[in-house]
């Protein structure tokens, strides 16, 4: 299947119900694929369908200093708090992993190689490019509005926020869905997309393909591949992901360690 029209509904997100939306696609249907609109549109209603998230990602890339590992550790609780930690198995495991953390009104970072801390307000968005009143602006022209926010422009944003993703990437380029998959046990529709619009120089070339898995229950994406000329440059995988599971009391406290410089 190949996308005929782009699908520009990030931000048409259902009217609430009790205390917050629900998912305009309950399930995807059982005995067959979907249309790639009703899979993106299924994807964006990711965050909606758990309260509690423990997730797992290890992003592997590579490049001229050769493969690289990452592991990125997420926590969530609708709705608000989020901790991300991210760690490099290369560096050893003494303090060697950067913090963000967010209450949705105050975001605190941590960088334990460096001692640098920062604590703000959460960055507020412009008005009226999400919600009911941005109805009337084109769909490109909208943002998607997450009930729990995540750091911009990485990996945990774009597996449990797919909206955005779908919108301004996949659907840019000749996308098709391939078939179904298994990621770490969990069922998952696999897509393929040729030559998305990207920024980055270096990828911004004809042979620049995305590949993703994305969870047949839940809709999050469960893996990501990149690669340029057939050759990849970046796997990032779902390793652990434990929807609605049980979190410790102080999954979302920190303290900033003696000797941290804070630089705001």
Do not use: K
Request: hydrophobic share 40%; with cysteine; charged share 25%.
């Amino acid at each position: 299947m190949t996308t005929v029209q782009p699908w520009d509904r990030a931000a048409d997100l259902p009217m609430p119900v009790g205390r917050r939306p629900r998912p305009e696609l309950v399930a995807l249907p059982a005995d067959e694929l979907p249309s790639l609109a009703d899979l993106f549109t299924f994807m964006r209603d990711a965050e909606l369908r758990f309260d509690t998230l423990r997730m797992r990602i290890e992003e592997r890339t590579f490049g001229v200093a050769g493969a690289q590992l990452a592991i990125v550790d997420v926590v969530l609780r609708h709705p608000s708090d989020a901790r991300v930690t991210t760690s490099q198995p290369a560096l050893g495991i003494a303090a060697n992993f950067d913090l963000w953390l967010s209450d949705g009104e105050v975001v605190r970072t941590y960088s334990a190689p460096h001692r640098l801390g920062t604590e703000r307000p959460v960055r507020r968005g412009v008005v009226g490019v999400s919600g009911p009143g941005s109805r009337d602006l084109p769909g490109p022209s909208r943002v998607y509005a997450p009930l729990t926010a995540l750091p911009m422009e990485t990996l945990p944003d774009a597996f449990v926020h797919p909206a955005g993703y779908c919108q301004n990437v996949l659907s840019t380029g000749d996308c098709r869905i391939v078939g179904p998959d298994e990621v770490g046990g969990r069922e998952a529709i696999v897509v393929e997309c040729d030559h998305p619009r990207t920024i980055e120089m270096s990828a911004d070339r004809p042979d620049f393909r995305i590949r993703i898995a994305v969870d047949r229950a839940d809709g999050v994406i469960l893996r990501l591949v990149e690669s340029i000329g057939g050759n990849v440059t970046r796997d990032a995988r779902v390793t652990e992901y434990d929807p609605d599971g049980p979190l410790s009391p102080n999954a979302f406290d920190f303290t900033f360690p003696t000797g941290t410089t804070m630089l705001y």
